[in-house]
């Protein structure tokens, strides 16, 4: 078997999970070209806890993790079933670092806002692992390291987040605003790193100055993109399949290795 391709989406807003936009349509495309997974393995910005944990369900509900928001958004489901061996296969890739078999959590819109669109049939098995609040960003890393055999089993790693995200300046109107140039500089130099396979001043993000602090205000949305680039291999191509700024502070990039 081939290796699984491994995916960060910048998800962005909740009500991408109603829309069909130009990210949306680009989610779309994806999930047709991709092979298909036997599971995934989703870590989303939005189980952002202290400690390890990964979700045995087999059934895992459909959380709605937000406020504000219309009740058509609430009433989204998205019933992939959950694939209790992976999440064992997870907790043993891992030892000894204690990981919980959690069966409270289940999918947050950080995973179903964004899968929906790429497997619009629910029918493919997802497990999500949290990001523990209490490590450096490059526990992180190294997690995503130990996890890159999971590819060549045909597993999907997929991290949901945002590589810039910063609601305190987001446009929340309906009128569309040009990106903050911090956004686009921080942005940019993201990019120049990932495509030199350049990943330690990724993982010491908060060294690379203000754009980083602004780009960066807090790591819940940040930390996804090092699990996956922590199981690249050494020379595998990687590409910006989606991209794009949304509310002058929210970056869609979508990077994939493979």
Not at 3 to 22: D, E, K, Q, S
Not at 54 to 66: E, G, L, M, W
Not at 189 to 199: I, M, P, S, W, Y
Not at 236 to 250: C, K
């Amino acid at each position: 078997m081939s290796v699984m391709p491994a995916l960060f989406f910048g998800h962005g807003n909740p009500m991408n999970a109603l829309m069909r936009n130009a990210y949306t349509e680009r989610w779309s495309t994806i999930g047709a070209n991709l092979p298909r997974p036997k599971a995934i393995l989703c870590v989303s910005a939005h189980w952002y806890v202290p400690g390890a944990a990964v979700t045995i369900n087999t059934a895992p509900r459909t959380i709605h993790d937000f406020g504000g928001f219309p009740p058509e958004l609430y009433a989204v489901k998205y019933p992939a079933p959950g694939d209790p061996d992976l999440a064992r296969r997870v907790q043993k890739l891992l030892a000894p670092l204690p990981v919980e078999l959690d069966e409270r959590w289940g999918l947050d819109h950080g995973t179903w806002s964004v899968l929906c669109h790429v497997y619009p049939n629910a029918d493919i098995p997802i497990v999500q692992l949290s990001i523990d609040e209490t490590k450096p960003a490059s526990f992180h890393y190294e997690i995503g390291e130990r996890l890159a055999t999971l590819r060549e089993e045909g597993i999907l790693i997929v991290g949901s987040g945002n590589l810039v995200h910063n609601l305190h300046t987001y446009a929340w109107g309906r009128h569309v605003v040009d990106p903050f140039d911090w956004a686009i500089r921080f942005e940019k130099e993201t990019r120049g790193l990932l495509l030199a396979g350049d990943h330690r001043p990724l993982i010491a993000y908060d060294a690379l100055g203000k754009d980083a602090v602004l780009s960066v205000p807090t790591p819940d949305h940040y930390l996804p993109l090092l699990y996956v680039i922590g199981t690249r291999a050494a020379g595998e191509p990687l590409t910006f399949p989606v991209e794009g700024v949304d509310g002058g502070s929210i970056s869609m990039l979508t990077v994939q290795l493979g």
